[in-house]
């Protein structure tokens, strides 16, 4: 095994690890100091941000505005991570410049940062599924992909089960329903709503948003990404074994 076989196994055995173990004291205090922020913030926030996850949720399912991008092909593994490396980092670039601008601009260009922020993570994760080689026109590959959106940034509860979902896809996937019209659309955006980008709340005080938006929307996207790219290679590895050693 190269150098770079065993870091990809370390790596990922190590990120397998975080997502099946149980909730810390520090994740249950996280959860507490969400509640108490979404006490202090108003009702018509709460709505906008809630329906701007609902309309995103949706536009994966049902649209066509991310399925431009074919599957890549006749890739061996490596060179799939670094080309999923480089969209990562242009993707960090772009949305801490995006969060650095609104957040500058007081509360509206902040409430502007969130939906240009989610639509932003969105298109990274389908270009990462596309890198990998996996095709979003079958709308069970759009699920995976909020799947991932969700481990992303779900608490850990929530996380532990979503990572059983991913882990287990195959058999999952068949169990999700033909028509993508009974998916639970509902249930999933409530979840996400639950957990996601509550640090983007602080971009949204007066002074400090522009720095808030750069520093969060960058650790954010990373943090999709390299769940994105972790979850893509436990899956790729599990269809393609000899991947590895391609």
Known sequence: ???????????????????????????????????????????????????????MTRAVLFGVDFLNRPPVAGQTLIQRDAAVARRIEFYKKTSAAEGGVTGAGGILLGLADFPLLLS?????????????????????????????????????????????HIANWPEHSRQLPNDINQFDWLTFQQEYRDYIDLAKMAQLIPGIGAAVGIVVNYRLVNQLGQTAMNAYRMRLLQDSPALLRE
């Open 120 to 164: 932003l993570k969105m298109k990274m994760l389908f270009e990462i599924a596309s890198l990998y080689g996996y095709s979003a026109s079958d709308y069970r590959e759009r699920v995976f992909i909020l799947y991932v959106f969700q481990l992303a940034f779900s608490s850990q509860e929530r996380r532990q089960v979503v990572y059983q």
């Open 1 to 55: 095994m190269t150098p770079y076989e065993q870091a990809v196994q370390t790596e990922l055995i190590r990120w397998q690890q975080a997502m099946q173990k149980p909730p810390s004291t520090f994740g249950r205090l996280s959860t507490s100091v969400q509640k108490r922020i979404n006490r202090i913030i108003p009702d018509r926030i709460h709505a906008l941000i809630t329906a701007t996850i609902k309309q």
